[in-house]
């Protein structure tokens, strides 16, 4: 057991900028990583009432026949224009923001984690940085984070467009930081700077209660 609570930590940046490699370095290192998407996806899953209040407001579609979210066709009705957007945040996130308090919670009680870690894109557009002891940002090159989605999402230049312009510049979020890690290089330079970045954050202390 660790005597002291582990801070906790958010990751953010925007589409593209490589903030999930991050995680997933910090998670090698020894961190509690959870993801926001992953998260929202599974409250959907699990909750007929959330479920009911996307059906009605994007359509059934946006569901398998099994029951399974499809979140590329959900992403593409959201993302259209900003009231829809605004729909879905509104849906989604109260329900999202509360399972990942309990987790954090859960995490830094068990006493396993020497950090605590949440990959989430919207931290500053949902005014939710002071759930966190920290806020890192992760930077990269425009046409750096295009060729990334597009590669992984198979996006094109519009849609990748659309979503972007729903963020809040990158350069802004940068003067908000607490931490930069900048991802325009090799993944072994990302690597490194992610353990560099570990040992400075497995330092801090944390003031959440």
Same mark, same amino acid.
């Given at each position: 057991?660790?005597?002291?609570?582990? =801070? +906790?930590?958010? &990751?953010?940046?925007?589409?593209?900028?490589?903030?999930?490699?991050?995680?997933?370095? $910090?998670?090698?290192?020894?961190?509690?990583?959870?993801?926001?998407?992953?998260?929202?996806?599974?409250?959907?899953?699990?909750?007929?009432?959330?479920?009911?209040?996307?059906?009605?407001?994007?359509?059934?579609?946006?569901?398998?026949?099994?029951? !399974?979210?499809?979140?590329?066709? $959900?992403? !593409?009705? =959201?993302?259209?224009?900003?009231?829809?957007?605004?729909? $879905?945040?509104?849906?989604?996130?109260?329900?999202?923001?509360?399972? &990942?308090?309990?987790?954090?919670?859960?995490?830094?009680?068990?006493?396993?984690?020497?950090?605590?870690?949440?990959?989430? =894109?919207?931290?500053?557009? $949902?005014?939710?940085?002071?759930?966190?002891?920290?806020?890192?940002? +992760?930077?990269?090159?425009?046409?750096?984070?295009?060729?990334?989605?597009?590669?992984?999402?198979?996006?094109?230049?519009?849609?990748?467009?659309?979503?972007?312009?729903?963020?809040?510049?990158?350069?802004?979020? &940068?003067?908000? =930081?607490?931490?930069?890690?900048?991802?325009?290089?090799?993944?072994?330079?990302?690597?490194?700077?992610?353990?560099?970045?570990?040992?400075?954050?497995?330092?801090?202390?944390?003031? &959440?209660?």
């Amino acid at each position: 057991m660790h005597n002291r609570k582990p =801070a +906790v930590i958010a &990751i953010t940046g925007g589409m593209g900028t490589g903030q999930s490699t991050v995680c997933q370095f $910090l998670q090698k290192l020894g961190a509690k990583t959870i993801n926001a998407d992953t998260v929202a996806k599974r409250e959907i899953e699990g909750n007929p009432q959330l479920q009911k209040e996307l059906k009605k407001t994007f359509g059934a579609k946006i569901f398998y026949r099994n029951g !399974k979210l499809n979140r590329k066709l $959900l992403a !593409k009705i =959201a993302f259209s224009d900003e009231a829809k957007t605004a729909r $879905l945040n509104k849906i989604v996130h109260p329900q999202m923001v509360s399972r &990942i308090i309990d987790i954090i919670e859960e995490s830094r009680e068990s006493g396993k984690y020497k950090l605590i870690v949440v990959d989430a =894109a919207l931290i500053y557009e $949902l005014s939710l940085e002071h759930m966190f002891d920290a806020v890192v940002v +992760v930077t990269s090159k425009m046409k750096n984070r295009h060729e990334r989605i597009k590669k992984r999402d198979q996006l094109n230049e519009k849609e990748i467009n659309d979503r972007m312009s729903k963020q809040i510049p990158i350069e802004e979020k &940068i003067q908000w =930081a607490d931490f930069v890690i900048e991802n325009n290089e090799s993944l072994d330079l990302l690597e490194k700077r992610t353990v560099k970045l570990f040992h400075d954050l497995k330092k801090l202390p944390s003031k &959440i209660s």
